[in-house]
T-cell receptor, first 113, second 110 residues
Framework: DAGVTQSPTHLIKTRGQQVTLRCSPK?????VSWYQQALGQGPQFIFQ???????QRGNFPDRFSGHQFPNYSSELNVNALLLGDSALYLC????????????FGQGTRLTVV | RKEVEQDPGPFNVPEGATVAFNCTYS??????FFWYRQDCRKEPKLLMS???SGNEDGRFTAQLNRASQYISLLIRDSKLSDSATYLC???????????FGQGTELSVKP
C-alpha cells in the first residue's frame, strides 16, 4: 500500500521563475493538503483540495495556487518565486476534508537562488 | 501571538531520562490536538492524539488542559531513537487544517 508520494524530492529554481510540485495521496484518501516548512519552523498550512476544489486556504499570497485531479493527485504551483519561498513543501492526505489524521509525504525541498 | 507555541529547545538528555514538552494554544475554540514527531529532514509522523482525559502509549503520555489551553507530552525512559523534533498540533474543527507549533528538538545522548 503506497503512502503519500511527492515529486521531485529536491529542486533548485531562480528568483522569478515558476515551479510545480506534485503529490499522490495515500491509497483510499481523497483529500490533499499542502504545507510549507521553513528551516527551524513548523509546517504552515497553504491550502486543502477535495473534490477537485480548494476548500480551505491559509495565509499565502495568490502566487501559490493548486489543482486536484480526478484521481485525487494534486499539484502545487508557485509563480514569481522569491528567495523566501525556499522551504520544504509537504503534502498530506486524509480520508475526507474534515478528517484530521493526516499522512505526510517525504516533501519537496525547494531552493530559490 | 503565535497560534501554537512551544519551547524550541534543544533538550539534551541522557538515555533513561524523563523529559516533558509543553505547548500552549491561543484559540479556545480548538477542537483536536496531536503530537507529531519529525526526524531530521523527514516528514512529520503522527505520534499520538491528545484527549482531555489524558492518554498513554507505552513510554509516552499526553495531557490536555482546555481551561489553561495547554498540552503536554511526557517521555519516560528516553531512548537514543527518541531523538527528533516533536511538533504540537491543533485543529480548529473547521476542516482538516492543522496548525503546528515550531517544534521542540530532543537529543538523547548515551
Amino acid at each position: 500500500d503506497a503512502g503519500v508520494t511527492q515529486s521531485p524530492t529536491h529542486l533548485i529554481k531562480t528568483r522569478g521563475q515558476q515551479v510545480t510540485l506534485r503529490c499522490s495521496p495515500k491509497s483510499g484518501h481523497d483529500t490533499v493538503s499542502w504545507y510549507q516548512q521553513a528551516l527551524g519552523q513548523g509546517p504552515q498550512f497553504i491550502f486543502q483540495y477535495y473534490e477537485e476544489e480548494e476548500r480551505q486556504r491559509g495565509n499565502f499570497p495568490d502566487r501559490f495556487s493548486g489543482h486536484q485531479f480526478p484521481n485525487y493527485s494534486s499539484e502545487l504551483n508557485v509563480n514569481a518565486l522569491l528567495l523566501g519561498d525556499s522551504a520544504l513543501y509537504l503534502c498530506a492526505s486524509s480520508d475526507g476534508p474534515t478528517h484530521t489524521e493526516a499522512f505526510f509525504g517525504q516533501g519537496t525541498r525547494l531552493t530559490v537562488v | 501571538r503565535k497560534e501554537v507555541e512551544q519551547d524550541p529547545g534543544p533538550f539534551n538528555v541522557p538515555e533513561g531520562a524523563t523529559v516533558a514538552f509543553n505547548c500552549t494554544y491561543s484559540n479556545s475554540a480548538s477542537q483536536s490536538f496531536f503530537w507529531y514527531r519529525q526526524d531530521c529532514r523527514k516528514e512529520p509522523k503522527l505520534l499520538m492524539s491528545v484527549y482531555s482525559s489524558g492518554n498513554e502509549d507505552g513510554r509516552f503520555t499526553a495531557q490536555l488542559n482546555r481551561a489553561s489551553q495547554y498540552i503536554s507530552l511526557l517521555i519516560r525512559d528516553s531512548k537514543l531513537s527518541d531523538s527528533a523534533t516533536y511538533l504540537c498540533v491543533v485543529n480548529m474543527g473547521q476542516g482538516g487544517k492543522l496548525i503546528f507549533g515550531q517544534g521542540t528538538e530532543l537529543s538523547v545522548k548515551p
